[in-house]
């Protein structure tokens, strides 16, 4: 019995990844296809060729967000992006919604070596439980000042939602640096420490490769 449920979870751990994914796909899919909607109807497949085409919509919507994108790189498109936000900001709901995932936004997809220095350990929110942590940057000269010691802005994602959590200050040698990517340390926060890529010797090997990469960079930029 034992064994046939070793099986049974072995088949499990194999099927249930693809059919979520699949699930997860497919309705993503047929909700960016909707896109297609914003086309005149003489101008949709469904009319012209007689047939609807699925993932064209996908298409549509890629075109249309480099189109975007190179619109407001520009000069002229930042201002009109800056004008359309100020107008937003005046409307009580809206300015509250828009903001929140403008910034929830941004820090998805900035990049991680910018948003995040390196990885540390903390113990937060009491003495004795540690939490993996992100040094974001360093604390205003006012805030040291008033404090009377040198501060370290951090930042504690929460699990498994890490653009949300808390930001606080931490004297620099009340926290432990990790020599990890930042990479690794957001796929234990995302998975609740189930996936450890530390002890995998391939992913570890990759890790290794990938720091070492970062230092010479690092290296390469302070030199020019």
């Known amino acids: 019995m034992q064994r046939i449920r070793r099986y049974f979870v072995a088949g499990l751990l194999v099927w249930l990844p693809l059919v979520a994914t699949y699930l997860v796909l497919s309705f993503s899919i047929s909700l960016i296809d909707r896109s297609l909607l914003l086309l005149p109807v003489q101008y949709r497949p469904e009319t012209l060729i007689g047939f609807e085409i699925p993932g064209l919509g996908v298409i ?11 619109i407001v790189a520009n000069f002229f498109g930042r201002t009109l992006i800056n004008a359309w936000e100020s107008v937003l900001s005046r409307i009580p709901l809206v300015r509250s919604v828009y903001g929140a995932v403008k910034q929830i936004t ?5 990049d991680a070596s910018q948003s995040f220095r390196e990885v540390v350990l903390v113990e ?8 993996l942590a992100f040094v974001t940057g ?3 000269k006012k805030f040291k000042e ?8 951090i930042y504690v994602p929460t699990t498994p939602n890490p653009t949300s959590g808390f930001y606080i200050m931490v004297p620099p040698d009340e926290v432990k640096r990790l020599d990890i ?9 995302l998975s609740a420490g189930v996936v450890n890529p530390l002890d995998d010797p391939i ?3 990759k890790l290794r490769q990938q720091m070492k990469d970062k230092k010479k960079r690092e290296k390469d930029e302070s030199n020019t």
């Open 60 to 70: 549509l919507t890629l075109a249309l967000v480099l189109v975007t994108g190179l």
């Open 203 to 205: 992913e570890a090997e």
């Open 181 to 189: 990517p930042v990479e690794a340390g957001l796929k234990m926060i």
């Open 138 to 140: 360093d604390t205003p």
């Open 146 to 153: 008033v404090a009377g010691l040198d501060l370290l802005n």
């Open 124 to 131: 937060y929110p009491r003495r004795g439980l540690w939490m």
């Open 106 to 110: 941004a820090s998805l997809f900035s």
